[in-house]
């Protein structure tokens, strides 16, 4: 009988692919997720098994990730779902796991952006297609992986801890907008961690017209990840209170966007 759901992925990214294939077994059943770590007994030749699962699946689901694309396996399987896809046999959804670009011939297809919703929020979608209930746009979700919580201390001090929820973000490179000139403002890394940055005037230009500066912070020795949140501390020099309007972060080299919590509609950056 042929299978449901079709799994193509790389070995390499089977943390992720496992965590979406558990899911799916314990909706479908697992007779109806080929999934090559329980698809596959020992003695099954390889090939045949991949061609049965590729059958006629009603989904196949491919893993886009640096791994996948190099690998002339998972090319062969997602190439021959989407030959199935065009005779309408199958659906073929792509799910980015990582920053790579989405191969030309797939750019037009809908995809699930798991690198920028993070597992939790990537499998919920996958599961809704596969019910039958989605048409989803993941790009237009509002999800985030990253967040951040503003306190205040007694001494006037600004108090920023940004967090990562699902998945390690490669990139700490944050921008926090405030309304004051650098001179009224110091700030640290919290608990003397050291980090590159500094300030730049007249950074983001406000939606409501004139513009904000901001202090540029990436710490130094690797990458976010949820068991690790940032905080950074900005301290009034003087009397006058610091004045926090948003915090973003690089998304792309020239592109810069809100952490949610508070921002206020910035819309333009000229950070070097």
């Not at 659906?91 to 690198?115: C, N, W, Y």
């Not at 985030?144 to 600004?158: P, T």
């Not at 309304?179 to 409501?208: C, H, I, R, Y």
Request: proline share 7%.
């Amino acid at each position: 009988m042929p299978h449901k759901i079709f799994l193509s992925h790389n070995h390499n990214d089977k943390p992720l692919v496992e965590a979406v294939a558990i899911k799916l077994a314990s909706i479908f059943g697992q007779d109806q997720v080929f999934y090559d770590s329980w698809s596959i007994k020992p003695g099954d030749g390889i090939i045949d098994q991949m061609n049965k699962g590729l059958e006629a699946p009603e989904f196949v689901f491919f893993f886009v990730s640096k791994n996948s694309l190099a690998s002339g396996m998972v090319k062969l399987e997602w190439q021959n779902a989407l030959y199935s896809a065009s005779k309408g046999r199958t659906r073929i959804v792509p799910v980015r796991i990582d920053g790579s670009e989405m191969p030309a011939v797939l750019k037009q297809t809908l995809f699930i952006d798991m690198h920028t919703v993070g597992l939790d929020a990537a499998i919920a979608q996958i599961v809704s297609v596969t019910q039958g209930n989605a048409s989803f746009t993941p790009q237009h979700l509002g999800f985030s992986n990253l967040s951040y919580a503003k306190s205040n201390g007694a001494d006037g001090s600004v108090e920023i801890t940004v967090k990562a929820s699902h998945l390690m973000e490669p990139n700490p490179h944050f921008a926090l907008v405030v309304g004051n000139p650098e001179e009224e403002l110091q700030w640290e890394m919290v608990n003397g961690q050291p980090f590159m940055g500094g300030f730049n005037k007249d950074a983001f230009t406000l939606s409501s017209g004139g513009t904000a500066g901001c202090i540029s912070f990436r710490p130094l020795g690797g990458a976010l990840t949820p068991a690790h949140p940032l905080r950074f501390r900005v301290k009034p020099r003087g009397k006058a209170p610091v004045q926090f309007f948003g915090l973003h972060h690089q998304k792309g080299e020239t592109e810069w966007v809100p952490v949610p919590v508070d921002t206020r509609g910035f819309v333009s950056i000229k950070i070097s």
